[in-house]
């Protein structure tokens, strides 16, 4: 299968790879997919106190798209709003990355994977 | 390789000799056509281009001939006399015709098919066919090891069994199946052995008075012949009769008409000639070269597992999980290689290896093989530097796996209830 050239930028040079102290109160942590469907993603946000995300970051076990579709994604999100990052589409993921059909559900584990963090850390708020 | 002269290894493939292309090693997939083999190929193109079948000049004639000298030298490897080996277009269609020929021809005595789930889907979508016109198929299960339960099989096939069909090695995994056994089993039944011979022939020795096999398949182009071209051994005394799927002239003793392709058949007869001369030399260097890859895998890298049994196994074939790294992912970084991969996404059914999966490897480890075939024109620089690339991959891709920190922490990732999507 033919890559674009996003994806493999984004492959080869993985932006924001790591982890987060989970359980600091101003961390989200989203841990979407399933290893028998090929693909997890962890990603993970740190956010102010004002409700921006500081800090990003991602670990995914999966194919070359899911790899660069969590690497894209924690590069949006920095410097974003928690709205603002959960309003993120999997169709711009898809159109950035120039996905084809095949792997669009990369896309949507990416998108799954933010709302999954905003929300863990909102319940986190909340406790 | 010292039989081949500079000239010839200058025709091999660019890829093969250009070392900015991939390296090659997926020889269960294809081979590159032996120069020594186009070599005898190339003036049935031209020069000699009659028809085999022209009964009546030259040209047929010396066509005839080179076809003749290609079946005996098909029937040498295998142990068989040329009278009983007719040409095909390839394993395929030798599997189609073994298993549905014999079925049909024998339907009103005998309406049972005994095969084994881990066979190459060609044989497996030719039982399914057959089950719809209302056969009764056995798909026999494999053991952890890849290799079918000779006692199961004595069990299975009955006096209403037609015929058997076990490969002699599996394209996935390079397990060597116990054929004598298994053809001990199929004689004493009154039931016919065909055994998928593809990744076999050339590369464990085959004969079929010894093993009782009725019906072997062949392939050209797994055996660094050319594609297109396979045959197909039906044994004469006893003699197994098959209903053919291909009618026309009656060529190929009826059983498979049309013109035969002078210069594959041909290649196919030297590919078997070279691989018979050369086997136990060629195994041994694949041996060693094997061996020094996995070793060095298995040395470097923790959490690898080799799929199917070792000993048991052709020396050209690795199949390794490497856990907690996407296959694909994987094939993504080491693209320098050309291996193939268990894993869903690269295939068109998005469901990982049935083969592993019959071993009874789990699907998330299935989703993390790579099998890795070494043949002819593998060398040992070649196997270094495909183990540092694997090496470098997997530890960087492990670095970036969120199952990889799981398994660190100890947490057993089979515990964990996750969302299938
Ligand atoms: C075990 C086995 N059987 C059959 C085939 C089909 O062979 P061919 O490509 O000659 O039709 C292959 C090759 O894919 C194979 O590996």
């Given amino acids: ?127 | 390789m010292s039989a081949m002269t500079a000239q010839q290894k200058n025709e091999l493939p660019h890829t093969l000799q250009n070392r900015k292309a991939p390296i090659y090693l997926d020889y269960q997939a294809t081979t590159p056509t032996d120069p020594r083999v186009m070599e005898k190929m190339l003036p049935f193109f031209s020069e000699q281009f009659g028809n085999p079948h022209s009964r009546s000049h030259f040209y047929g004639w010396e066509a005839e001939d080179a076809v003749e000298i290609a079946r005996e030298q098909v029937a040498s490897i295998i142990g068989a006399n040329p009278k009983e080996v007719i040409f095909t277009s390839g394993a395929t269609e030798s599997n189609n015709l073994a298993i549905k020929g014999v079925a049909h021809f024998y339907k009103d005595k005998r309406n049972h098919i005994v095969t084994v789930v881990t066979e190459h889907k060609c044989v497996l979508d030719s039982c399914r066919h057959l089950e719809q016109e209302g056969f009764e198929v056995t798909y026999l299960p494999v053991k952890e090891n890849g290799l079918i339960d000779l006692d199961l099989l004595r069990e299975t096939v009955t006096d209403n069994t037609s015929i058997v069909s076990v490969m002699g090695v599996n394209n996935e995994i390079g397990v060597i199946q116990p054929l004598k056994e298994i053809g001990a089993i199929c004689r004493e039944k009154g039931a016919f052995f065909h055994t998928d011979c593809a990744q076999a022939v050339g590369k464990i020795p085959l004969d079929v008075e010894d093993m009782k096999i009725d019906l072997m398949s062949i392939s050209g182009h797994k055996i660094y012949g050319p594609m297109g071209i396979g045959a197909l051994y039906v044994r004469r005394r006893p003699r197994v009769r098959l209903v053919p799927m291909i009618n026309g002239g009656g060529q190929e003793r009826g059983m498979r008409s049309g013109t035969l392709p002078t210069p594959l058949c041909v290649g196919l007869g030297e590919a078997c000639a070279i691989a018979e001369k050369e086997m136990g030399a060629e195994n041994e260097r694949l041996r060693r070269l094997r061996d020094r890859m996995y070793q060095s895998i298995v040395g470097r890298l923790p959490e690898v597992y080799l799929n199917g049994d070792m000993d048991q196994r052709i020396p050209g074939n690795l199949n390794i999980s490497f856990a907690f790294v996407e296959g694909e992912g994987l094939m993504m970084g080491i693209k320098d290689l050309a291996v193939s991969s268990g894993s869903a996404c690269t295939s068109a059914s998005l469901e990982p290896s049935y083969v592993l999966r019959a071993l009874g490897v789990e699907v998330e480890m299935a989703h993390t093989s790579l099998r890795i075939g070494i043949g002819r024109f593998t060398t040992e620089e070649e196997v270094d530097e495909a183990v540092e690339c694997i090496i470098r991959e997997v530890e960087r891709l492990r670095e970036m796996s969120p199952l990889w920190d799981m398994h660190n922490e100890g947490i057993d990732i089979s515990s964990i209830e996750w969302a299938e999507h």
């Fill in chain 1, 1 to 127: 299968m033919a890559y674009s050239e996003k994806v493999i930028d984004h492959y080869e040079k993985p932006r924001n790879v790591g982890s987060l102290d989970k359980n600091d109160a101003s961390v989200g942590t989203g841990l979407v997919g399933a290893p028998a469907c090929g693909d997890v993603m962890k990603l993970q946000i740190k956010v102010s106190e004002d409700g921006i995300i500081e800090d990003a970051k991602f670990k995914t076990f999966g194919c070359g798209s899911a790899i660069a579709s969590s690497s894209l994604i924690t590069e949006w999100v920095k410097g974003k709003t928690i709205e603002e990052a959960g309003s993120i589409k999997n169709t711009q993921i898809a159109e950035e990355l120039a996905l084809p059909p095949v792997k669009i559900h990369c896309s949507v584990l990416a998108e799954d994977a933010i709302k999954a963090a905003i929300s863990d850390y909102k319940t986190k708020k909340g406790a």
